[in-house]
C-alpha cells in the first residue's frame, strides 16, 4: 500500500515537473523572440536614420528654388516599384515632393502631425502596397534667408521584412529549446524515481 502511495506521488511530482518545465521553456521562448524583434526594429530604425541623413546631406535648392536631390541613396531595393524600402521628401513650404522609385507613383501613408524643425519621430505607416511599414521622418530647414523652407524626410521599411526576420529566430530557436526541454525533463525524471 505505501509503494503503490509513493509512486502516485512521484507521478504527481513528475507530471508537475514536466508542466513547469514546458510553461518555462515556453514563456523563455517568447520572450526571446520579443526581444530579437526589439533588437530587429531598433538595428533597421539606425539604418532608416543613416538613410535620413544620406537624403537630407544631398537635398539641393536650385535657380529656381525646386528642391532636388544630388544623389539619391544607393540601395537597390529604393528602385524597385514596391520593393519594401521608400522615401520620400517633403518640401513643406512650397508643396512639393521627391520619393523614390520604389513608391512609384504613391506617397506613404504618414500620420497627419506637424513635425517642427529639427524634430523626429517614429511611427507606423501603411506602403502603396498597403503593407504594414516602419517609419522613421526628420524635419529640417533647406535654404538660407528668404529661400528657408521646412522639409520633411520620410524613410520606411515594410515589417515584413522584420517579421520574416523573427520568425527565422523562432525556427531556428525551437530545436534548442525542444533539446534542453529533453534533459531537463529526463533529470526530473531521473531525481523523482530515485
Do not use: C
Request: no cysteine.
Amino acid at each position: 500500500m505505501k509503494a503503490i502511495a509513493l509512486n502516485s506521488i512521484r507521478l504527481r511530482l513528475l507530471i508537475l515537473a514536466m508542466a513547469g518545465i514546458l510553461a518555462t521553456l515556453a514563456l523563455a521562448g517568447f520572450g526571446f523572440v520579443a526581444l530579437f524583434e526589439r533588437h530587429v526594429e531598433r538595428r533597421v530604425g539606425r539604418e532608416l536614420e543613416t538613410t535620413i541623413l544620406q537624403l537630407a546631406g544631398n537635398l539641393r535648392l536650385g535657380e529656381t528654388g525646386a528642391l532636388s536631390l544630388q544623389r539619391e541613396p544607393a540601395d537597390p531595393r529604393f528602385e524597385k516599384p514596391y520593393g519594401g524600402f521608400y522615401w520620400q521628401v517633403q518640401d513643406v513650404t512650397k508643396n512639393s515632393l521627391l520619393r523614390s522609385r520604389s513608391l512609384w507613383d504613391s506617397e506613404l501613408g504618414l500620420d497627419t502631425d506637424a513635425l517642427a524643425a529639427g524634430e523626429s519621430h517614429s511611427h507606423n505607416g501603411i506602403s502603396p502596397d498597403g503593407e504594414a511599414v516602419l517609419v522613421h521622418e526628420k524635419a529640417i530647414l533647406v535654404g538660407e534667408g528668404a529661400d528657408e523652407r521646412l522639409v520633411r524626410i520620410s524613410v520606411g521599411l515594410d515589417r515584413t521584412e522584420m517579421e520574416t526576420l523573427s520568425a527565422g529566430f523562432a525556427r531556428d530557436m525551437l530545436p534548442g529549446l525542444g533539446l534542453l526541454a529533453a534533459v531537463l525533463l529526463l533529470g526530473g525524471w531521473a531525481q523523482v524515481r530515485s
